[in-house]
């Protein structure tokens, strides 16, 4: 920890911010955290009669009887506590609460990033302002917070930024290390629930232990120690640093001591808050700093002021001898030492004091203004620019100084932090200094990249910003391009994942047991798709489209029916065109024939109205095929049912017939009577009737329509005809099952007349051939989808067809065209007494 103690008195009330750097006296020095006070971080003139230096690594000005341990008391609060009280007593005279000199009581006080403020609470107590240039996250009270200042921007803005960093390079699995706890527990309840909204898991928080020399030492190392192994055999890659001053020089201090098999797995991109610098110890500066290339820091916002290198350049020991600060800092940067008298020889290490600042290396030395410097620099205006906004303080300036410069009263005092946080100005770079109603920095963030180098040497490269005067989508603003990563990660950006982002064409389940990163990859089901990395779920594709092989595209599906220019379809045509031929040639023949007992034996009339409703029935199979429209759709159903009931009442009639006729043959049977073309009329015209009639009232009712199957076929929207009613569809094929039943059971019963007179072998036959056609029929065409399911029952039409055709027709076609000697009457009567004698 360290403070810088500033003692504004009233000297000078004119212009403050003309001269940028001017020469002013320095109290006792800071021999070895020279990273935290450069010259010119604190010689800011015009108003300022001194500046106190206070630390840990040595004392502000020690009491005659106090000595630290070594010569070092590493970060004692009780150093802290000793110059805080210091600034309440007399100058050389440590007596708490008791001032002689006056003109020394200090107006407000600067003080470092540290989250240790209660000896802040001291100078509260008697109404000092604090002003601290870092966030105030530890200061929950109202009453304590009224004597602070803070030179930093709204807290909530940092972590913003980090979360910003985070989602942009998809970091979703992180660890956190603080060095403090409190400020770990604080971290944890406010930043890590928004952290695990946006989506990144924690994978670890650790807490370094603060490092001091005292006699637990070995063990906060060996502490220490095990904690920085287990943060870097961690999986993840990226490491938040919620750190202060010290946190980089405990890093170094603990990685120097790990001891790893393998020096790979020291690469972490450590991402660093802005209350966070680059700090060490003399000891320290030969250490290898290069776990930090490609670390990524936050920084508030800077610029250089003008001059700023050349008054760095003119401050040596031998141009500035009263400044005691730079001839110890001399000593301890460029590892020399002074003669005690200037008689003495100069000896082998001494200091000439003619050595170049700028040629020492960056990790002891920057010659640039760090982040902190300028907030001290701007911290130093502001005091100054709300000294002279208090109403009576100039006014009244004068007659004090004349009464013996007595003091600033209380009232000026308590005053002052209420203007404090009114003060608005524009500093020498130009840039307007300013608070906001809760008395936070009205300023932004630098993203800051650190590249190392070998030469114990590293660079600030700015690669972003982050602006809350900004419109929302340019707050956060990075270039990657010029970000240099680790060399373990191949100088590309590296990954910080639980486990490898699921691909497209995946979608996360989550592991049990897990946090929410953690997850398994499982490829997209059919018909959804993944095109995006770490989809939580597919997406279903819509109804027209399919997903690919891979899952990560919807493709438009293919349009498919029974068509004339397919294979199928050309060969159910060519079956149909060519079964509507063969149909259309036996009636020919039975026409040409027509005079010849076969013909006239087998009812003529009933003959042809079934060769023509085959025929009918052959053709009207094509209205099956092609695209499916409004009058296809009406007519394939209806037609095909009402033709094939009257082909198998056809059939049905015949074998009735032919049982009457038989019977009508014995001596008194009244079956002539029934015997005639009337009863064959009826039984046609009766049955053909009821299916029509169903048909009717389907039509009527819920009449079939064209429709899209989009299921059915993962590649395929199929064109169909939707039956409207399928108890419609199934009463249909049912009826015409019926009279197929009908007919082959009269037909078997009958298979032994004489043949003379009937065909009801043949019948039997074709009838036996129907109905196993149609009962395969139905489990076939339930089974299949698609363009197949007209297949089928095309199929299904043209085989009973067909059977019905063949098994009936084919005999009589094979006596009239190849045997027309059986085909005369001499030989029907001689087969029929023939038959009738063997009966």
């Known amino acids: 920890m360290a403070y810088l103690m500033l003692v504004l008195t009233p000297l000078l009330s004119k212009a403050v911010c003309q001269v940028p750097f001017v020469d002013c006296p320095v109290a006792k020095p800071l021999p070895l955290f020279h990273k935290y006070y450069q010259p010119g971080d604190l010689i800011i003139g015009g108003i300022i009669s001194h500046i106190y230096i206070s630390s840990d690594v040595m004392t502000f000005r020690r009491h ?30 440590f007596i708490p609460n008791y001032k002689c000199d006056a003109q020394n009581i200090p107006a407000a006080v600067i003080r470092g990033p540290t989250s ?106 060996a502490e220490g120690v095990t904690t920085i192994i287990a943060v870097m055999r ?11 001053f010290e946190t980089i020089m405990v890093l170094r201090m603990l990685i120097h001591y790990s001891e790893f098999g393998e020096t790979s797995v020291k690469s972490k991109i450590w991402i660093m808050t802005a209350e966070m610098d680059f700090t060490s110890i003399s000891f320290q500066r030969t250490w290898d700093f290069d776990f930090m290339h490609g670390a990524i820091s936050l920084a508030i916002h800077s610029k250089q002021p003008q001059g700023f290198q050349r008054f760095l350049q003119r401050r040596t020991p031998v141009s500035h001898k009263e400044d005691g600060f730079i001839r110890d800092f001399w ?31 960056v990790s002891v030395f920057e010659m640039g203004m760090t982040a902190h410097s300028y907030s001290v620099y701007n911290a130093v205006y502001a005091v100054a620019h709300a000294l002279q906004t208090i109403p009576f303080f100039t006014f009244n300036h004068r007659a004090k100084m004349g009464r013996g410069r007595q003091p600033l009263i209380d009232q000026e005092l308590y005053q002052l932090q209420h203007f404090l946080r009114q003060v608005s100005f524009n500093n020498t770079c130009g840039e307007e200094i300013a608070f906001d109603p809760k008395g936070q920095l009205l300023t932004g963030f630098d993203i800051i990249n650190w590249i190392t180098s070998d030469n114990l040497s590293f660079l600030r490269i700015k690669v972003g910003k982050v602006d809350p005067k900004a419109p929302p989508e340019r707050m956060f603003t990075i270039d990657e391009d010029v970000i240099v990563w680790p060399s373990r990660f191949n100088k590309t950006q590296p990954l910080s994942l639980c486990n490898n982002a699921c691909l497209s064409g995946y979608s996360r389940m989550k592991k049990e047991g897990k946090p929410f990163c953690c997850y398994d990859c499982l490829p997209c089901p059919e018909g959804k798709i993944s095109n995006q990395r770490d989809m939580d779920d597919c997406l279903q594709c819509p109804e027209d489209r399919y997903s690919n092989k891979d899952r990560d595209l919807c493709i438009p599906k293919y349009i498919k029916f029974l068509s004339y220019n397919e294979p199928l379809g050309i060969t159910l045509t060519m079956m149909a065109i060519l079964f509507s031929f063969i149909t259309a040639l036996v009636l020919g023949i039975f026409l040409k024939h027509r005079d010849t007992p076969i013909v006239k034996a087998n009812n003529q009339k009933l003959t042809y109205t079934l060769l023509v409703s085959l025929l009918l029935s052959f053709l009207g199979a094509c209205l099956f095929i092609g695209q499916p429209n409004k009058v296809t759709c009406l007519l394939r159903q209806t037609v095909f049912g009402i033709i094939f009931s009257v082909a198998v009442s056809c059939v049905l009639a015949k074998t009735i017939i032919v049982v009457l006729a038989f019977m009508a043959t014995h001596p008194g049977s009244r079956m002539r009577n029934w015997v005639g073309k009337p009863l064959a009329a009826s039984i046609v015209l009766s049955c053909s009737f009821i299916q029509t009639s169903i048909c009717a009232v389907w039509l009527t009712t819920s009449p079939p329509f064209p429709d899209l199957d989009m299921h059915s076929k993962i590649e395929e929207i199929i064109l169909k005809c939707n039956e409207g009613s399928v108890e419609m569809f199934y009463s249909v094929l049912g009826y015409m099952g019926f009279l197929a039943t009908v007919s082959f059971i009269v037909a078997f019963l009958a298979r032994k007349l004489p043949d003379s007179f009937n065909e009801v072998k043949f019948i039997t036959f074709s009838m036996l051939l129907f109905c196993s056609v149609w009962l395969s029929f139905i489990p076939t065409y339930l089974s299949t989808r698609g363009k197949d399911m007209v297949a089928v029952e095309v199929f299904s039409i043209l085989a009973s067809s067909g059977g019905l055709l063949g098994c009936i027709f084919s005999p009589k076609c094979y006596i009239i065209m190849l045997r027309p000697e059986l085909n005369k009457r001499e030989q029907l009567i001689s087969r029929k007494n023939y038959r009738i004698n063997s009966s």
């Open 64 to 93: 005659p009887h106090q000595e630290p341990i070594d010569g070092l008391v590493l970060f004692s609060v009780t150093g802290t506590y000793f110059a805080s009280l210091e600034l309440l007593s007399t100058r050389d005279n």
């Open 234 to 244: 961690s999986t993840a890659n990226a490491v938040v640093l919620h750190g202060e």
């Open 331 to 361: 000593q301890h940067a460029f590892n020399c030492l002074f003669s005690n008298s200037e008689g003495d020889e100069m000896v082998e290490g001494a200091c000439t004091g003619e050595e170049k600042l700028e040629a020492l290396p």
């Open 116 to 221: 240790d403020i209660s000896f802040t609470t001291i100078l509260c107590s008697y109404r000092i302002p604090v002003l601290i240039y870092g966030y105030l996250s530890m200061i929950n009270n109202h009453i304590e917070r009224m004597g602070f200042q803070s030179m930093f921007p709204n807290g909530a803005l940092q972590y913003m930024a980090i979360l910003q960093l985070l989602k942009y390079f998809s970091w979703t699995w992180i660890g956190i290390i603080s060095l403090n706890e409190e400020n770990a527990e604080i971290f944890v309840k406010d930043v890590v629930p928004t952290f695990s909204q946006s989506g990144i898991c924690v994978e670890f928080i650790e807490i370094f232990p603060r490092i001091r020399f005292s006699n637990d030492f070995d063990k906060l190392m």
